[in-house]
């Protein structure tokens, strides 16, 4: 029989441990803590139990350390979900037709010496028609998102031909 080095909790106790720290998320480590020892003793029965199985499964470790090593993972991992309001990237997809990307690519071409910012604004401002027109197909996406669009598709094919233009 092969040894077994990873000792994992049963997934029944894994959330007993994610519902207890989820009820406690507000408070600070003092509180926690107090709560946490009340929780070892109103779970002392299902706690020894666990003990047992992972010990006769081959740990010979120290389980209440691990208990707590894994609490204090959940803990944080939980006030880590709770605390970040990261902003979901918007992935609309967006595909402009071959007439902006010949565009893009023969402005690019006639600007090259510039910087690709330089080379957008001068693009924008000599396509501005064909762009709106462009836009149109999209009445229901904000403009700013669709020259955000723009401006990366541009930066993405200066890129491009830059590549081909240094390795050729």
Avoid: A
Wanted: hydrophobic share 30%; net charge positive; glycine share 2%.
């Amino acid at each position: 029989m092969r040894k077994q080095y990873r000792h994992p909790f049963n997934n029944h106790f894994i959330k007993l441990i994610n519902n207890t720290i989820i009820k406690c998320l507000d408070y600070n480590n003092d509180e926690f803590n107090l709560y946490l020892e009340s929780w070892f003793i109103d779970n002392k029965k299902i706690i020894n139990n666990e003990e047992y199985r992972i010990k006769n499964n081959g740990y010979n470790g120290n389980f209440h350390i691990k208990l707590k090593n894994c609490i204090k993972y959940y803990r944080n991992k939980n006030i880590h979900k709770k605390t970040t309001n990261v902003k979901p990237i918007n992935n609309i997809k967006i595909r402009f037709s071959n007439n902006i990307s010949n565009l893009i690519k023969r402005h690019i071409h006639n600007y090259y010496n510039d910087k690709p910012s330089i080379s957008y604004v001068l693009f924008v401002n000599n396509h501005n028609d064909l762009i709106v027109i462009e836009f149109n197909k999209y009445k229901h996406i904000d403009m700013k998102l669709l020259y955000d669009r723009l401006k990366k598709s541009y930066k993405n094919h200066y890129n491009n031909i830059h590549k081909k233009l240094n390795y050729n």
